[in-house]
């Protein structure tokens, strides 16, 4: 059965602080990874990885794919409380998509 | 350029009714899905309809069903509602199927009791 799993559930850290979420998937005929972060209600696009060791940057936020691990990491630098939001990470084959659970990061002032 | 929005916010229905979900999608994409994301949950791909015609499926029953429409936008459709089926349901449109970006809506809260 395709999946994919988040960790951790949830995260509390302290502004400044550097964060590591990770996502693993067993998808097959996998072809991309997204990465979103849930605020209220609409889940945005953070990151669309398709090709493996190649990092996408985007200000404090990083993330890279790793398909022989089946995995990937988002990468959050002196965090902010704007951050704080639930992380969900999507597998995606042509017409199938599976979201993780999502991380939920708390970030305190 | 306008964004996804979904109607209504907000739904109450009672257990063995009918409903109806509707979804605009962004201007110039072809391509919507909807996603059913229960309390603490990651959102589940209910299908996707591409250029009017279902494009995949997720493991979701029969009673579940869409419409694509020619301007794109969207209904989803729920028979015969169960308890279970409260959650929030979101679309989201993208430029094509396959490897593009999704924008989702903010979603329609269905209560069912």
């Known amino acids: 059965e395709d999946k994919v799993v988040q960790s951790p559930l949830s995260l509390v850290v302290h502004e400044g602080d550097t964060v590591t979420l990770n996502c693993s998937y067993e998808?097959?005929?996998?072809?991309?990874l997204l990465w979103y972060k849930q605020e209220k209600k609409a889940p945005t696009f953070l990151f669309m990885l398709?090709?493996?060791?190649i990092e996408k940057k985007s200000g404090r936020l990083s993330s890279i794919l790793d398909k022989k691990e089946l995995s990937s990491i988002l990468n959050i630098t002196a965090t902010q409380t704007g951050d704080s939001a639930i992380y969900l990470c999507?597998?995606?084959?042509?017409?199938?998509?599976?979201f993780g659970t999502g991380t939920s990061l708390t970030v305190i002032p | 350029e306008t964004g996804v929005t979904q109607s209504p916010t907000h739904l109450i229905k009672t257990r063995g009714q009918q409903v109806t979900l509707r979804c605009s999608s962004q201007?110039?994409?072809?391509?919507v899905s909807w996603y059913q994301q229960a309390l603490g949950q990651g959102p589940q791909f209910i299908f996707q309809?591409?250029?009017?015609?279902?494009?995949g499926r997720g493991n979701f029953p029969p009673r579940f069903s869409g419409l694509q429409f020619p301007n794109y936008s969207s209904e989803l459709n729920v028979n015969a509602l169960e308890l279970d089926d409260s959650a929030l349901y979101l679309c989201?449109?993208?430029?094509?199927?396959?490897?593009?970006?999704?924008?989702f809506g903010p979603g329609t809260r269905l209560t069912v009791t």
């Open positions: 989201a449109s993208s430029l094509a199927s396959g490897s593009y970006e999704q924008y």
């Open positions: 998808v097959t005929n996998f072809r991309s």
């Open positions: 398709t090709s493996s060791g």
């Open positions: 999507e597998g995606r084959t042509g017409n199938q998509f599976y």
């Open positions: 201007s110039g994409h072809n391509t």
């Open positions: 309809y591409y250029r009017e015609e279902e494009n």
